[in-house]
């Protein structure tokens, strides 16, 4: 077999992963409240939360149709959960914000986000992320597969079994490997560059954690789901 031709069975896999990651989208009135509410540092903040809650919702609803996950250990499916729900919101929102947003919220979603009492020291690497993501012009099925493979991460603290991380990962990498020779034929390197960007992903947990820090410093609030997920408060 052609190392690049996608079999019917990786192909069958491929379809369930992309219809999961486009079932699960960010309800329309959080996106329409985007552009409606004023612009108020605690507005901005509260609309954040709850696009943050709604991704975190989407998030879980997406892994549990990753096909393997849910006969994982149920200790492993929370650590595997928890340990990349930053990662995954971030690259879902990457993706969303460099291709989904209808021309205008883009600005207007950068602007809130850059006045919700986020500091600076953060902002700059998570908007770098935002356009490193967009210049890669991911198509949707890479998009699915990438946030899969990052929540299919083995090495997540308090995973026991990695062994059956890896075993339902590496098909996935296989997959995305032949996706990207398929989708970018003059770039040879591109599948390179896509696993590049899950190690700058890595480090945003770190600024994510400063992040949630200071704003409870601020004494802002979050959902109960966001402090589940994130072992706030
Ligand atoms: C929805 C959103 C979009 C872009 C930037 C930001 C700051 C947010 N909002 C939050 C994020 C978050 C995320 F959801 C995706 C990407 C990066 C993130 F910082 N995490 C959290 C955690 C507690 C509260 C909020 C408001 N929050």
């Not at 930053?86 to 602007?111: D, I, N, W, Y």
């Not at 700059?124 to 356009?131: D, G, V």
């Not at 989708?183 to 945003?204: N, S």
Request: hydrophobic content about 40%.
């Amino acid at each position: 077999k052609e190392k690049f031709e996608i079999t019917k069975e990786q192909q069958d896999f491929m379809n369930v992963i992309l219809d999961a990651y486009n079932r699960h989208q960010i309800p329309p009135d959080v996106a329409k409240k985007l552009l409606q509410e004023q612009y108020s540092a605690e507005e901005n903040f509260l609309l954040l939360t709850e696009m943050a809650t709604s991704q975190v919702q989407v998030l879980v609803e997406f892994t549990k149709n990753i096909p393997g996950f849910l006969s994982l250990d149920h200790e492993d499916q929370i650590a595997l959960l928890k340990g990349s729900a930053v990662e995954a919101t971030f690259l879902r929102s990457a993706q969303a914000f460099s291709t989904k947003m209808p021309s205008g919220h883009t600005e207007v979603l950068e602007e809130r986000i850059r006045k919700s009492g986020i500091s600076e020291e953060f902002m700059t690497p998570m908007f770098n992320f935002y356009k490193s993501i967009g210049e890669l012009h991911m198509v949707q099925e890479e998009q699915a597969l990438l946030t899969a493979i990052t929540i299919m991460t083995p090495d997540r603290p308090y995973v026991k079994d990695q062994q059956a991380v890896e075993r339902l990962q590496e098909p996935m990498l296989d997959i995305l490997r032949k996706l990207c020779a398929l989708h970018h034929p003059g770039e040879p390197q591109y599948f390179a560059r896509l696993l590049g960007r899950l190690t700058e992903l890595r480090t945003l947990n770190h600024y994510h954690a400063e992040m949630l820090t200071s704003w409870r410093m601020n004494d802002y609030k979050f959902t109960p789901l966001l402090c589940e997920i994130w072992d706030v408060q």
